[in-house]
């Protein structure tokens, strides 16, 4: 028996000459909140599938809660839970109601329902709203709504597909406040996002990147291991003439204007300080600061993602 | 030297008419962008971004107030701002049928350019927006980055003072979100073009020259990202408590602890004086059994001084 609730080795699904994911193998353990990111069309959704028994799997080999997703998907998502990014509510449907539909749907027993409606209402701090049309919900009580819905048969297993995407800064707290109260009681969990705000919050994060998994660990050591440079954040009288003149030393990864500040990121950017009060002098920008700042979460996987794609294809 | 306004706004205030009555979209809004400024509107949806670019852009009537682009009256002069505006709207879709360089060509009919100065400035936009290898793709072929990228390069066809882009990352990933990002700079730098951009996204603030945190209908903050987030008093920690659910109550009511957020697993403290309250902490915490693993310092980001603030106007409209 594995150690892992959610399991995948070397998965891999083609699409005619396409692969949506190449090769990926991971382990999630149980009670983890293991976050996947990555652009658009990078695979994760297509994971997430496969991991459903949604879509087949061309290579390689899957589990969950030690189902096999492509022989045994009726058995296993009995025990899983799905938010989808368009995970659809009925807007004509009172809160009560869309809980209630999707009960039925996972054939919970009447008095099982009743009893669940009020513990999922009381989760999603929905007690007062319940019987509101769910077209009159702001985003943050909808998208609490959609969890109580996708965890309304009480799944070991939780698959949130950008669960946050839009909502504010305060409901996206409560929502994630909400995923570790669960995660504490048991349920594993597994989020696929672009959003780093999202990123941040998981116990784990893989980066992925055109089907491969490029990255795997914690939010902390990622920042730690996988940034290929450091960045300088420069304040000047003139940012905007700056980053041209930056720039045109071919010296830096990058240089971009944030703000009334200038980034530049290089390997070893602090020996290249001088370069830099050199060239500003010589535009006639007057120098205020240079400090370095730590990398977010975000400059670490552009980094992580532009070296990926100057790396040569894995052989075999 | 005082600074040219290019958009401004005084007492904004728009209320729709539904079936339940007036509903308040926009409550209120004064605001003064400068002439090369690169101003955000952040908030969360339904927080009123959208209605108030559409209100000064004069696509929306307002219910009271003021509101100008580059000294035009958004409701009296609609003519001379569209022909100094650039707009992508929130929802744009450029026709999927059409080629890049078909829908450059179209967007620039459409704005009345003349051939001439399509000829110079089409391929000038493309290079901007690095499509010139793609002038023949269907727009419905790109990538959601190249879309909005040549979405950019359309609403610039006519050479605007101003743009004006609603939500223009949404749904974008982090590589072509900095890209179109970076697009924004040197938009800024080398054309001094005067943008607004509204965000629900806190960290695309950073990249603002000045941003506006806008909250049910309301600027709750308006300012430099740095000065906005100076404004939460105190100083951040960060640590992971072995028992979450334990230590917050004990955390909430330690004397110095002016604010306590969770984030995941973690919690974000701000205590008044770091020296003296960070030993404080993790004594009553271990005092219940309670380690705290990774105990640092952190600057606070733009999340959460809007947390902060949000809080703090909601607790002084309480009292």
């Known amino acids: ?316 | 030297m005082e600074t040219e306004i290019a958009i401004s706004a005084q007492g904004l205030v728009k209320q729709f008419r539904t079936r339940h009555g007036q509903v308040p979209a926009v409550r209120g809004i004064d605001l003064q962008v400068g002439r090369g400024e690169t101003f955000g509107l952040i908030g969360p949806d339904g927080a009123g971004k959208t209605t108030t670019i559409r209100l000064i852009l004069g696509l929306l009537t307002r219910t009271a107030g003021e509101s100008s682009i580059l000294g035009y009256d958004s409701m009296r002069n609609p003519y001379e701002i569209r022909g100094r505006v650039g707009y992508i709207a929130q929802q744009f879709t450029l026709p999927p049928d059409m080629t890049v360089m078909e829908n450059m060509s179209f967007f620039a009919n459409v704005q009345g350019v003349s051939r001439a100065a399509q000829r110079r400035r089409i391929p000038d936009l493309l290079e901007f927006a690095g499509l010139s290898p793609f002038t023949g793709r269907l727009a419905g072929r790109l990538s959601g980055g190249m879309k909005k990228k040549l979405a950019l390069a359309c609403s610039l066809i006519h050479e605007p003072e101003v743009v004006m882009l609603d939500e223009p990352t949404l749904g974008v990933d982090p590589v072509s979100r900095r890209e179109f990002w970076d697009l924004l700079g040197t938009l800024r730098a080398e054309n001094e073009v005067t943008i607004l951009v509204c965000t629900p996204y806190m960290d695309e603030a950073e990249r603002c020259t000045r941003v506006g945190l806008m909250y049910e209908g309301r600027l709750i903050a308006q300012d430099t990202p740095r000065k906005v987030k100076e404004r939460v008093p105190g100083r951040l920690l960060e640590f992971t408590p072995s028992d979450f659910e334990r230590a917050l109550p004990i955390v909430l009511a330690l004397e110095g602890a002016t604010e306590v957020q969770s984030y995941g697993l973690m919690l974000h403290v701000f205590v008044d004086d770091i020296g003296q309250r960070q030993p404080e902490i993790e004594s009553a915490l271990s005092s219940q059994g309670i380690a705290c693993a990774g105990m640092r310092e952190i600057e606070a980001r733009m999340e959460e001084a809007f947390i902060w603030l949000v809080r703090k106007q909601s607790q002084d409209s309480e009292a």
């Open chain 1, 1 to 316: 028996m594995s150690d892992y609730t959610i399991e995948a080795i070397e998965l891999t699904k083609r699409f005619g000459d396409f692969t949506a994911v190449d090769k990926v193998s991971f382990g999630v353990k149980q009670g983890e909140v293991y976050g996947w990111l990555g652009p658009n069309g990078a695979g994760k959704t297509t994971t997430i599938r496969m991991l459903l028994g949604l879509l087949t799997i061309t290579e390689g080999q899957a589990w969950v809660l030690g189902y096999d997703p492509q022989r045994q998907a009726k058995e296993m998502q009995a025990h899983v839970g799905y938010m989808s990014q368009l995970f659809t509510l009925y807007n004509d449907l009172t809160a009560r109601e869309n809980i209630r539909f999707y009960g039925q749907a996972y054939g919970l027993s009447r008095s099982a329902l009743r009893r669940r409606q009020a513990e999922i209402i009381e989760m999603a701090g929905l007690r007062g709203r319940q019987n509101l049309l769910t077209a009159n919900l702001s985003g943050g009580w909808k998208q609490r709504l959609a969890l109580g819905c996708a965890i309304v048969h009480r799944p070991q297993v939780l698959f949130l597909d950008e669960p946050t995407a839009g909502v504010d800064p305060i409901s996206r707290r409560h929502f994630w406040d909400l995923i570790y109260a669960m995660a504490k009681e048991g349920v594993t969990v597994m989020v696929t996002t672009h959003y780093m705000d999202e990123a941040e919050l998981c116990q784990r994060v893989g980066f992925i990147s055109e089907g491969r998994l490029i990255a795997l660990d914690s939010p902390d050591r990622l920042k730690q291991t996988q940034m290929r440079g450091q960045v300088l954040e420069i304040a000047c009288d003139d940012p905007a003439l700056a980053v041209s003149a930056l720039r045109a030393t071919g010296a830096f990864q990058e240089v971009a204007l944030y703000g009334a500040l200038v980034h530049a990121v290089a390997a070893d950017v602090h020996s290249l300080k001088p370069e830099i009060q050199r060239v500003l002098q010589q535009a006639g920008i007057g120098l205020q600061t240079m400090d370095l700042i730590a990398p977010s979460l975000e400059d670490v996987f552009i980094s992580s993602v532009r070296a990926a794609r100057r790396r040569p294809e894995p052989a075999g």
